[in-house]
């Protein structure tokens, strides 16, 4: 039996205050104690560092960030000329009639979203297909329209709308469900990531100190063009993935959730069932989070996709499955009919632990005090303040709040942290920094650095049946960070799993 100490100048997340140390006995953690009590035990030591319990993303989309490190972002385009350009260089990198996915359109750097014009004049050949960072809305060129069959006539799905011009004709840009009509036709013309590509990317997580996904994956139809068959890869990787997946499922019929369910059970390696994750609304960015007013600069309450009827017989099946129930709200509406969802689902004897609310971006004291009571998890995106805060509060007006991070920690609410990627960057120790200064917002929701750790440690461990990071007898699986734990400038330099260290291998984020 080996036993081997690791230490640095501070340790977070575990042990008592003078505690810097963590010993290791076959991959266990054992003691958790001070430097100097270690005696003559071979030591490993980070000077100027602190150690914290490795992260956990409990909401990410590992296909879809595979697929945007492997492709186009969009998220550094100045203006239409140079998203014009940069789509035109993606086009010429792509054989001929392979269809151009891009993702991150950021329409607040550009001052308005494209239309399939500004899009015709960048790619005219070939199909177009032009993701908003939030992935609730895409614009599309008029080659794509046509391949899909839109037109003047085409009715907006349930859940979604086609934007028109004056004249009825589709602008191109196409907000939530009314994305799935066209993506579908141009799948085929879009190469999927490889398996050396995706198991490359999801390394580059691992650099940032994360041992741990709550994976968000669909059943059928991608949530971005060219992802591919994201449950067949997943399963088909298992054994090769080089951290921990809690897959919670994107499905609309139990029998595809059933299905997934068995798959994942029979993938081996290191991924698990965890749920069935549905979308009560869209985004703020889109203007389709479902709202009870409108928005302070649209003339829109949003949209909604929940069905309750359907929602609650698929969470059901989820439940009997031994699965959690999850579901995307954040319009201050979209939270209150997802809780209403959740209160019938408690009333028929299921335990509030199973039963997450995604983002909760506009949470009314009404809602928080709902959330209190019930005792549902706030699976929260601190990241999202990172990219948001120059256009949202605008977009809410004086009288709506978003992103309350300390109203519901002070309600008691028990609270995960993730960072929605491709949606945001998925590094744990920037989502931490942006819940500690919360920088750009007026506003008194920050959180300690030691309460925002926790959001990717011990909250999530809880969650998610997990050891209990750092404690004796869990696996030690630690993180050494340089920079101090809640600054910009902090730095994931070392990780441990199981008490050994490993190698890291950083993928460049896109932008």
Known sequence: MTRHAVTASHLMGAGDPGDDTVVVQDGRVIELTSHDRVGALPTTVHRNATILPSFSDSHIHPLGYASLVNGTSLKETADISDLQARLGEAAARLPVRHAVVAQRLDDGALGRLPTRRDLDQAVEDRPVIAYRYCGHVAVVNTAALELAGITADTVDPAGGVVDRDDAGVPTGVLRETAVDLVAPALEPLVPSPTDAEILSAIEGLVATGLTHLGAMVAAAQPLWCGVGDELGTLCSLGPDLPLDMDVLVIADTPADLKEAARRLEHAGGRLRFWGWKSFADGSLGGQTAYMWEPFADADTTGTSRLDPSHARLMA??????????????????????????????????????????????????????????????????????????????????????????????????????????????????????????????????????????????????????????????????????????GESEAEVVALYVGGEPRELRPVEWPG
């Open 316 to 485: 059901q099946t989820s439940l009997d499955l031994g699965g959690v129930v999850a579901v995307h709200a954040i319009g201050d509406r979209a939270i209150d009919e997802t809780l209403d969802l959740f209160d019938q689902l408690l009333s028929d004897g299921c335990r509030p632990e199973n039963l997450r609310i995604e983002h909760l971006s506009v949470a009314s004291d009404e809602a928080i005090s709902r959330l209190a009571a019930t005792g549902v998890i706030a699976s929260i995106q601190p990241s999202f303040l990172t990219s948001e805060n120059c256009w949202v509060p605008a977009r809410l007006g004086r009288t709506r709040s978003p992103y309350r991070f300390a109203a519901m920690r002070d309600a008691g609410i028990q609270m995960i942290g993730g960072s929605d990627c491709p949606v945001e960057r998925p590094d744990p120790l920037l989502g931490i920094a942006a819940a500690v200064h919360r920088s750009g917002w007026s506003d008194n929701e920050h959180l300690a650095p030691e309460e925002a750790v926790a959001l990717y440690t011990n909250n999530p461990a809880g969650h998610f049946g997990r050891p209990d990071p750092l404690a004796v007898g869990s696996p030690a699986d630690l993180v050494v960070v340089e920079g101090a734990v």
